[in-house]
């Protein structure tokens, strides 16, 4: 069964910092990219952070480099997304999907990935 299940969201003020987990069913976690994505009101999905699997290399969207830390626990089964001086416009709800293709498409690509879950909101005021 392909399942992922978002938590650690929250609300904060500006310049707070949010931990994201995720945790991923077996075979969710055996794929060879996962990704974290967030999708404001109004607006299409976008891609945060990437990691792949084989050698932990990560892609970041500009937006949140040197912000946002993408990273995996493999003892405790869970990706996690650590996130720091935080912005009224990261304000979004927050989905990790495993890539549903090839290593090729361990990229930015909300539709390259799969398997969405519920997300969790994360709000930021000013």
């Known amino acids: 069964e392909v399942q992922v299940v978002e938590s650690g969201g929250g609300s904060v003020e500006a310049g707070g910092s949010l931990r994201l987990s995720c945790a991923a069913s077996e075979y969710t976690r055996s794929r060879i990219c996962m990704g974290w994505f967030r999708q404001a009101p109004g607006k299409e999905r976008e891609g945060v952070a990437v990691?792949?699997?084989?050698?932990?290399?990560?892609v970041y969207a500009d937006s949140v480099k040197g912000r946002f830390t993408i990273s995996r626990d493999n003892a405790k089964n869970t990706l996690s997304l650590e996130m720091n001086s935080l912005k009224p416009e990261d304000t979004a709800m927050y989905y990790c999907?495993?890539?549903?293709?090839?290593?090729?498409?361990?990229?930015?690509?909300?539709?390259?990935?799969?398997?969405w879950g519920q997300g969790t909101q994360v709000t930021v005021s000013s």
């Open positions: 999907a495993p890539v549903v293709g090839s290593a090729s498409w361990c990229i930015l690509n909300p539709g390259n990935f799969g398997y």
């Open positions: 990691i792949y699997t084989d050698d932990d290399s990560t």
